[in-house]
């Protein structure tokens, strides 16, 4: 179960060897569910059109990015983080909206066409399972889970949980085992010492060696997570940073030394 306990940090790292779709072999983590995620060769994306003239996206599309255990990615808004992590949901076989894969949880379209022009390449003996919690669509989740209820497993009432409550609810009951784990600012329902147990979760599933998560944030706490390679996605495209130079870790350490040398500037 998810507390606010301290967590203890675990960090784990192994290199084998994966195979794409085409058949192209790459390193990587043994026994993780993705490798490497790049352009589909085969059907190139119109980069004069959105998503195509996100930096980042374009990034992704023309030299991939290697995969590891936990991929952190940070930026502003409308930096593109989010389009990415939707796409390889998509593409991995899981709703854009959030869920298990194989879950056709759907209210309206408005994902990208990202996903169709991306190629996952595949860890060998990696999971083909995973799980997408995207925060801003979890209330409509909730209530596909309400409608299509496992006889196997039965769920709380999610809707009758506060926000943070029914988040950890979910964290506590998806995310174990091998697999793929993305989220899209999940910090947007957890406390402090919710993004806590969130971190230790997270350390605990990349520690097994064969599970894998990959997380857009905005928050520094988070992006904190031991062992994570953490990519700063802005006009630039993605690019490695390490945490303490995060203008996302400046912004924030600066803002909690002195407040009103913000704050000042909108009174």
């Known amino acids: 179960m998810l507390t606010a306990r301290r967590p203890v940090w675990r960090c784990f790292r192994s290199r084998f060897f994966g195979i794409g779709l085409d058949g192209a072999m790459s390193p990587a983590p043994s026994g993780l569910p993705l490798t490497r995620v790049r352009g589909a060769r085969d059907l190139p994306l119109d ?42 949901a998509l593409a991995y076989g899981m709703s854009p909206e959030g869920g298990s894969t194989g879950a056709r949880s759907r209210t309206r379209e408005t994902e990208s066409e990202l996903w169709k022009h ?3 390449e595949r860890g060998i003996g990696g999971s083909h399972w995973g799980f997408f919690m995207r925060a801003e669509t979890m209330h409509g989740f909730y209530s596909y889970l309400e409608q299509n209820p496992n006889p196997r497993s039965r769920d709380p009432v999610f809707h009758e949980m506060s926000h943070g409550e029914s988040f950890l609810g979910i ?22 010492t919710g993004c806590l147990s969130l971190v230790g979760l997270l350390t605990d599933l990349a520690a097994s060696g064969n599970a894998q998560a990959i997380i857009a944030t905005h928050s520094p706490l988070i992006a904190a997570t031991p062992g994570a390679r953490v990519y700063e996605v802005g006009d630039w495209g993605l690019r490695e940073c390490p945490w303490a130079e995060l203008g996302l870790t400046q912004d924030w350490r600066s803002f909690l030394q002195d407040p009103d040398r ?5 009174r």
């Open 47 to 88: 980069q004069a059109r959105w998503p195509g003239t996100l930096a980042a996206v374009a990034q992704l599309l023309t030299e991939g990015l290697d995969l590891g255990p936990l991929t952190v990615l940070v930026g502003e808004n409308g930096s593109g983080k989010s389009t990415l992590v939707e796409a390889i």
């Open 118 to 120: 991306v190629a996952l």
């Open 171 to 192: 964290l506590n009951r998806r995310f174990s085992g091998p697999g793929l784990y993305l989220l899209d600012e999940p910090e947007s329902a957890l406390s402090f």
């Open 262 to 266: 913000y704050l000042r500037h909108l």
